[in-house]
């Protein structure tokens, strides 16, 4: 069965990654963004293969530390679209919808760390231990880490180390 594996949400997340990278023309001009360029084309291209990478990454039985990492990014995303919204009046609408759309992925993922919709670490793999690693680093991702590590030992479920593995 799909979801008890994989995130539901980043089936989804596939398909409009590969929609802006096989009809970008498309998506734009269901933006009513105006005529396509090839800047915009390409701007959509590389954001359909970010997010395919970020379905392909985060949807497989995601620890808690990579799907705060993909909320991370997600969160990031739309407000570099929101400053394209506020600095270049042509591509305004095209920016808002993109914001909208990547706070709505970080939304969905914040909602899931939450509500504890994480499957439980089976066994540690590079991918877990490099968004671990990532989100001491980024500014902010202590603190998404930290509230979900509260979250979950309030709840009484378990300490956060047990929770999430031995911190480093």
Same mark, same amino acid.
């Given at each position: 069965?799909?979801?008890?594996? /994989?995130?539901?949400?980043?089936? &989804? ?5 590969? =929609? ?7 998506? *734009? @001009? ?7 360029? !090839?800047?915009?084309?390409? &701007? ?16 497989? $039985?995601?620890?808690?530390? %990579?799907?705060?990492?993909? %909320?991370? %990014? @997600?969160? &990031?995303? =739309? *407000? ?5 919204? &506020? ?10 919808? @993109? ?10 993922? /914040?909602?899931?760390? $939450?509500?504890?919709? %994480?499957?439980?670490?089976?066994? +540690?793999?590079?991918?877990? #231990? *490099?968004? =671990?690693?990532? *989100? ?9 880490? @930290? +509230? ?8 009484? !479920? ?6 999430? #593995?031995?911190? !480093?």
């Amino acid at each position: 069965m799909l979801s008890g594996r /994989y995130r539901p949400a980043e089936i &989804v997340r596939a398909g409009w990654g590969t =929609a802006l990278l096989v009809a970008p023309d498309r998506v *734009l @001009d269901a933006t009513r963004s105006g005529p396509a360029d !090839s800047t915009s084309r390409g &701007v959509a291209r590389v954001l359909g293969a970010r997010h395919l990478v970020q379905a392909v990454l985060s949807g497989l $039985r995601p620890d808690r530390d %990579v799907l705060a990492l993909g %909320v991370w %990014v @997600d969160a &990031v995303h =739309a *407000l570099t679209a929101s400053l394209l919204a &506020v600095g270049d009046r042509r591509r305004a609408r095209v920016g808002c919808t @993109d914001a909208a759309i990547a706070a709505g992925w970080a939304v969905t993922g /914040y909602r899931d760390l $939450r509500r504890g919709r %994480v499957p439980p670490r089976e066994h +540690q793999r590079l991918r877990d #231990g *490099l968004a =671990a690693l990532l *989100l001491r680093h980024v500014p902010g991702g202590r603190l998404i880490r @930290d +509230q979900q590590r509260l979250r979950t030992s309030s709840a009484g !479920s378990a300490s956060p180390t047990a929770a999430g #593995g031995a911190e !480093s």
